[in-house]
Every structure is written in C-alpha cells, then in structure tokens.
C-alpha cells in the first residue's frame, strides 16, 4: 500500500479538480463562472500551502504576488489600442509591447518569483509574530503602490479590456499545474527538509539543515505559483487594486486553514469546499430557489457564513478538515504536531 | 508660527501626538490581552468600531452625549467578554500565529456583521464634534480633540501603572505575563487574571472609540481597521513580550504616522502606508525582539 500512496496523494487532488472542471461543463453559463474562479483559488490555496504549509510559517503576503502576477500579465496581454484610455500615465516600454496568452502566464510567474526573492531575501530570518507584520507590511507597501503608481499599471482603474481567456480548460490546467509542481517540491529533497525544520527547528538545524535557505527556496516557489495564479486571476475577470488586497488574503487563509494547512489535500479540498459555499451564498444574496423554498439573502453574508466557519474549524479541528494529512488508503495515526506554527 | 524643520507646524505636531496617544492605548490593549494570554488580538479594532456605531447610534437618536458613552462603554464590555468566551477560550494552548489567524477571522466576522446590520454608507457620530474646534494657545492653533486624547490617555496609562504596580490583581497580571504556569502554581487565579485582562482592554477600546470617532466622525464597517494594522505593528515593533515597549511602540507608530501624514507633500503624502511599513519591515530586521526592548529580553529567535 505505501508504494500506492503517493500516487494516491497526486491523483486524488488532480481527480478532483477534473470532476470540479466536469462539474463546470455541465452546469449553465452563470454557473461555469463560479466553477472557474473556485479553480483559480485552487491555484492560489496551492501556492499558498507551499510555503504556509511546508514551512509552519505564517504568511499575509502572499496576495502581493498574486497581486504583481495579474499587473504583469494583465498590462501587458492588453490590446496596444485599448491601452491609453485606461492607462495613461503608462511607461513607454509597458505601452507599445503586447504578449499572447501563454507568455503573459510565463511572465506572471516570473515576476511572482523575482518579487518573492527579493521580499524573502531579507523576510526569512523572522518567524512567527514578526514573520506574520513584516509579511502584512508587504501586502500593505504592494497594494500602496500598485494603486498610485500610474507608470506600471492602471492604479485606481479596474483591468477590464484584457482578453478573457481563463476559461473552465485554462483554469482546470492552471490549478492541476500548480498541483504537480505543489507535489514534486514536497517529495523532493527540499520539500522534505522544510517538512522537518516545521515539525522541529532545532533537530533539523542540528542535522546540518539550514533554515532560512530552506524557507526561502519554499517561498520563491511559492511566489512563482502565486504570480501564475494572478496571471489566471486577470485574465478570468477585471481585476483592480481592491480585488487583490484584504479580502482575498481573508478568503484564501480560509480555505487554506480550513481544507487543512499542511496537506496538498487539504489546500485543494478546502479551496473547493469554501468556494462551494461561498459560490452558493452568492447566488442566495442575489435571491434563488433551494427545495421549492425562494432564499434571498442579505448582500454580506458570504463573508459572515465564512469568517464564522473558520474560527469554527480553528476552535473545533485546528488541523482542517482532511486533519492535515494526504490522501491514504490507509488510516495512519493521527499525527499530533499537525497544525503546529513556528513560534 | 512654524518649526522650521520640514515644514512641520505645532497643529501637526499636535495632532501626531493625540493619535500617538491614541494608539498607544490601543497598544496597551492588544498588551495586556497578550500578556496573559499570548494571543495577539487582530478583532481588537472591531471593538473600537462596535463602540463607534453605538455613539453614531446614540448621536442619530440625539440622546446627550453622556448617554452616547455609557451605551458606547457597554456594547464594547459586553462584545470584549463575549468574545473571550467564545473565541479565545476554546484557543488557549495554541500557538500565537494559530490564534493570529483564529482572530483575523473573528476581524474579518465582526466587520461583515457590522456591514449587513448598518450597510456600507456608514452613519455619522456627531455628538462631540465641538471637541474638533481649536483654542488658540499663545498664538498657536491646536484642536482641542488632540489635547484631550493625550491628557486622556496620559491619565489612562497612569491609572495603569497604579494598578498594574500597587494593587494585587495587578501583581497577579504582571506575573502571569512573565510565566502563566508558575503564576498559577504560586496561587495566581488563572480566571481572575485573564477577566482583568479582557475587561481592561476593553474599557481602553471604548474609550478610543470614543476619540476615534471625533476624529472621524463617519462610522463604516472598517473603521479602526487600518489603526488596528497600524498598532499591531507597532506593537511589534515595540516589543510584544513587554508592556512598556509595546505602547511605547503603538506611540511611535501614530506620531510617526501623523508627522509624516502632515509633513509629507501631498503628492507623496499617498504613499504614506508604504513609507510607514517599509519602517516597520526594517525595524523588524534589523531588531526582531523590538526596538525598546533591552538585551536578553529579546525571547524571538532569528533563523
């Protein structure tokens, strides 16, 4: 059985995005629209759970990444003719190039990457408390920026006219993409020796393991994949500033803490469910029928049912819903460090 | 009548100082909770707003101010040890970035609430409004709000210092912030202490809501979010394993935000946060265990 299970631990996330993208193509055009977007936050919970949940460090900025990831793409995969109305304090360079589809993705990526180094240069020597400010005080500087520095994007403006190709194919892609790579970093050497730094600093320090290399390569990774899933994340629906800040940061760490912070499984399964619900309060806000009953809920209560979920499972199952652990044939003991956060 | 200095005026240097007052109570607040506790207090903003829109509420209804604040005082405490009933207790014995997250959501909750129940237009708290007019102090102009929040919290942290230093309950607490397991073995009622805790930090949120709100009298779901943001990294910045260097840091980072808020043009004045945090990141780095904190208190760890 423990040949079986890694697989297992791939094809299960991978299964269930498919039936998820299934889910989609069925269901009607309005619809299809929630399902995609679930399958971007998978890509971002994913990114996400790289770093949170390997490393047991906190992190609040990674929406940043996610953030410079859809100004990379979106401002540059607008159509050259559409660019002036919208961003026209635009550098030069920025204006005159345009980049198809799948490169706008690439660059994305890229950005997410170089940006994550040079915050996780300096950052990764904190853990805990300062980690958790000094990474907000990044998502703060990021979302600052963005939204007053006219040369590099549209600032207050809202990124509409960027071709909309993150359909339920690139979306389902996208998400199993950021799996896989999700999954080759924790079987690899280095996915293994951040595990071990999580579960016991000290020990793995005492083996020869260095921390701060470790959380740094973790959170370059991670940065890459969020900058990917910004690149979906734009060319899904007009993003702006307000989209990539507070919220979205609330919403992923929920579905991340929720699903369960340290399992690949968990990162998927919690995106998927907490999309689910929030797919569904969505519509109920806008007034729907549920068993011959007609729901109309107040507009806000996605976030209340949401927010109260999550400190529901934080208070209730601190390790999540899949308790922290990766699918497995075979009910292995409970692990007790699960949910532990570096202090 | 102006400092030279980057033209900073008294009236700015005022104000810096109030909202440094200011958040320094809000400082001390999200302190003590901590101390006992070890839970760094995320929703403590959305206290502040509760108390806020029971002033707007009261204000609206033009009940006298008195009344205003006794409601505002009550809605806090109540919402404080409800929140600790139900939120922190079950979160004892987890680790600070747990409870972290646990009270981002909690944050997160209660603003949601607050925007279903009174919507996103937000509502104005009007009643003490006479305190944004200025006095003329020796040809100087200086809104009365900023000298009242800093006499105010000046005699808040001194009321503090007295409990915290002559009385038992404050012995308990300070001993408890130093060690909860051997406080409690040497007799130190756990329940006690963390009730005074919860109850003094919400009496310090009532009356900054209080403040906040005459300086922004127009109350929305996200209001004192961005102080809470603010104060929790100046807190950190301070030094969180002690209460002093934590409101000496909330105080830094409002007069820091305020002089810079009045001393910056106004075409960089808008990059102010970025300024602000990029501040506290290299701080941060440069002294992780705080910055008003002495050797050998540091209790963080570099990697």
Same mark, same amino acid.
């Given at each position: 059985?423990?040949?079986?299970?890694?697989v297992?631990?791939?094809?299960?996330?991978?299964?269930?995005?498919?039936i998820?993208?299934?889910?989609?193509?069925?269901?009607?055009?309005?619809?299809?629209?929630?399902?995609?977007?679930?399958?971007?936050?998978?890509?971002?919970?994913v990114?996400?759970?790289?770093?949170?949940?390997?490393?047991?460090?906190?992190s609040?900025?990674?929406?940043?990444?996610?953030?410079?990831?859809a100004?990379?793409?979106?401002?540059?995969?607008?159509?050259?003719?559409?660019?002036?109305?919208?961003?026209?304090?635009?550098? %030069?360079?920025? #204006?005159?190039?345009?980049?198809?589809? &799948?490169? +706008?993705?690439? !660059? *994305?990526?890229?950005? @997410?990457?170089? =940006?994550?180094?040079?915050?996780?240069?300096?950052?990764?020597?904190?853990?805990?408390?300062?980690?958790?400010?000094?990474?907000?005080?990044?998502?703060?500087?990021?979302?600052?920026?963005?939204?007053?520095?006219?040369?590099?994007?549209?600032?207050?403006n809202?990124?509409?006219?960027?071709?909309?190709?993150?359909?339920?194919?690139?979306?389902?892609?996208?998400?199993?993409?950021?799996?896989?790579?999700?999954?080759?970093y924790?079987?690899?050497?280095?996915?293994?020796?951040?595990?071990?730094?999580?579960?016991?600093?000290?020990?793995?320090?005492?083996?020869?393991? %260095?921390?701060? #290399?470790?959380?740094?390569?973790?959170? &370059?990774? +991670?940065?890459? !994949? *969020?900058?990917?899933? @910004?690149?979906? =994340?734009?060319?899904?629906?007009?993003?702006?500033?307000?989209?990539?800040?507070?919220?979205?940061?609330?919403?992923?760490?929920?579905?991340?803490?929720?699903?369960?912070?340290?399992?690949?499984?968990?990162?998927?399964?919690?995106?998927?469910?907490?999309?689910?619900?929030?797919?569904?309060?969505?519509?109920?806000?806008?007034?729907?029928?549920?068993?011959?009953?007609?729901?109309?809920?107040?507009?806000?209560?996605?976030?209340?049912?949401?927010?109260?979920?999550?400190?529901?499972?934080?208070?209730?199952?601190?390790?999540?819903?899949?308790?922290?652990?990766?699918l497995?044939?075979?009910?292995?003991?409970?692990?007790?460090?699960?949910?532990?956060?570096?202090? | 009548?102006?400092?030279?200095?980057?033209?900073?005026?008294?009236?700015?240097?005022?104000?810096?100082?109030?909202?440094g007052a200011?958040?320094?109570?809000?400082?001390?607040?999200?302190?003590?909770?901590?101390?006992?506790?070890?839970?760094?207090?995320?929703?403590?903003?959305?206290?502040?707003?509760?108390?806020?829109?029971?002033?707007?509420?009261a204000?609206?209804?033009?009940?006298?101010?008195?009344?205003?604040?006794?409601?505002?005082?009550?809605?806090?405490?109540?919402?404080?040890?409800?929140?600790?009933?139900?939120?922190?207790?079950?979160?004892?014995?987890?680790?600070?970035?747990?409870m972290?997250?646990?009270?981002?959501?909690?944050?997160?909750?209660?603003?949601?609430?607050?925007?279903?129940?009174?919507?996103?237009?937000?509502?104005?708290?009007?009643?003490?409004?006479?305190?944004?007019q200025?006095?003329?102090?020796?040809?100087?102009?200086?809104?009365?709000?900023?000298?009242?929040?800093?006499?105010?919290?000046a005699?808040?942290?001194?009321?503090?210092?007295?409990?915290?230093?002559?009385?038992?309950?404050?012995?308990?607490?300070?001993?408890?912030?130093?060690?909860?397991?051997?406080?409690?073995?040497?007799?130190?009622?756990?329940?006690?202490?963390?009730?005074?805790?919860?109850?003094?930090?919400?009496?310090?949120?009532?009356?900054?809501?209080?403040?906040?709100?005459?300086?922004?009298?127009?109350?929305?779901?996200?209001?004192?979010?961005?102080?809470?943001?603010?104060?929790?990294?100046?807190?950190?910045?301070?030094?969180?394993?002690?209460?002093?260097?934590?409101?000496?840091?909330?105080?830094?980072?409002?007069?820091?935000?305020?002089?810079?808020?009045?001393?910056?043009?106004?075409?960089?004045?808008?990059?102010?946060?970025?300024?602000?945090?990029?501040?506290?990141?290299?701080?941060?780095?440069?002294r992780?265990?705080?910055?008003?904190?002495?050797?050998?208190?540091?209790?963080?760890?570099?990697?």
């Amino acid at each position: 059985m423990r040949r079986v299970d890694p697989v297992l631990q791939l094809l299960g996330p991978i299964a269930l995005i498919g039936i998820a993208a299934l889910v989609g193509m069925i269901v009607s055009t309005s619809a299809e629209t929630y399902v995609i977007n679930a399958l971007v936050n998978v890509a971002i919970v994913v990114a996400l759970y790289v770093f949170i949940g390997n490393s047991g460090v906190l992190s609040f900025g990674h929406i940043s990444f996610v953030a410079v990831g859809a100004w990379a793409a979106g401002v540059l995969s607008m159509p050259v003719e559409e660019k002036p109305a919208i961003m026209p304090h635009l550098a %030069s360079l920025l #204006r005159d190039h345009t980049l198809g589809n &799948v490169w +706008s993705l690439a !660059l *994305a990526a890229a950005v @997410g990457a170089a =940006y994550a180094l040079v915050v996780g240069l300096p950052l990764m020597r904190l853990s805990g408390l300062g980690a958790g400010i000094a990474t907000f005080g990044v998502l703060e500087i990021t979302h600052n920026v963005l939204r007053y520095w006219e040369k590099i994007g549209p600032g207050l403006n809202t990124f509409s006219a960027v071709p909309e190709t993150t359909g339920l194919l690139q979306a389902s892609l996208g998400a199993m993409l950021a799996v896989v790579v999700a999954f080759a970093y924790r079987r690899s050497r280095f996915g293994r020796l951040l595990g071990a730094t999580r579960e016991d600093a000290t020990a793995a320090r005492a083996v020869g393991v %260095s921390v701060y #290399r470790q959380r740094l390569i973790a959170f &370059v990774l +991670s940065g890459t !994949l *969020a900058g990917f899933a @910004g690149g979906l =994340y734009v060319h899904l629906l007009p993003v702006n500033t307000e989209s990539v800040y507070l919220d979205l940061t609330f919403i992923t760490l929920a579905m991340l803490v929720i699903g369960g912070a340290t399992s690949l499984w968990g990162a998927v399964v919690g995106a998927l469910a907490v999309s689910a619900v929030d797919s569904f309060l969505a519509e109920a806000e806008s007034g729907i029928h549920v068993f011959g009953q007609s729901l109309d809920l107040p507009a806000g209560t996605r976030i209340v049912v949401v927010g109260a979920l999550m400190a529901l499972v934080l208070i209730l199952r601190p390790a999540g819903l899949t308790g922290g652990r990766e699918l497995a044939f075979r009910q292995r003991r409970p692990l007790r460090v699960l949910t532990k956060f570096a202090k | 009548m102006t400092v030279a200095v980057l033209g900073i005026d008294w009236q700015t240097l005022a104000d810096a100082i109030g909202l440094g007052a200011i958040y320094a109570l809000m400082a001390v607040g999200i302190g003590l909770v901590f101390g006992v506790l070890r839970l760094v207090n995320f929703a403590y903003g959305q206290l502040v707003m509760a108390g806020a829109y029971a002033l707007a509420f009261a204000s609206e209804r033009g009940w006298p101010v008195s009344v205003g604040i006794v409601l505002c005082f009550a809605v806090v405490l109540a919402l404080s040890a409800l929140m600790d009933q139900i939120v922190f207790r079950p979160l004892r014995g987890q680790s600070p970035a747990v409870m972290l997250v646990a009270t981002f959501a909690v944050a997160f909750l209660l603003q949601s609430i607050a925007l279903l129940w009174f919507g996103p237009l937000g509502k104005i708290s009007a009643s003490l409004a006479t305190l944004n007019q200025p006095v003329t102090i020796s040809g100087v102009d200086i809104r009365k709000i900023a000298i009242v929040a800093t006499v105010l919290a000046a005699g808040c942290l001194l009321l503090l210092v007295v409990l915290l230093g002559r009385t038992r309950v404050g012995l308990h607490m300070r001993a408890a912030a130093m060690d909860f397991r051997t406080a409690e073995l040497l007799g130190v009622r756990a329940g006690r202490v963390i009730g005074a805790a919860v109850l003094i930090s919400g009496l310090l949120a009532a009356v900054v809501a209080v403040m906040l709100t005459v300086q922004t009298p127009l109350v929305t779901p996200d209001f004192a979010l961005r102080d809470t943001i603010l104060v929790l990294a100046g807190v950190v910045l301070g030094g969180m394993n002690r209460l002093v260097p934590a409101t000496l840091g909330g105080f830094a980072i409002g007069f820091a935000s305020g002089l810079l808020g009045g001393a910056l043009p106004t075409d960089q004045s808008q990059y102010l946060p970025s300024f602000l945090f990029a501040a506290v990141i290299l701080v941060l780095l440069v002294r992780p265990g705080g910055l008003f904190t002495r050797e050998g208190q540091q209790a963080v760890e570099r990697v």
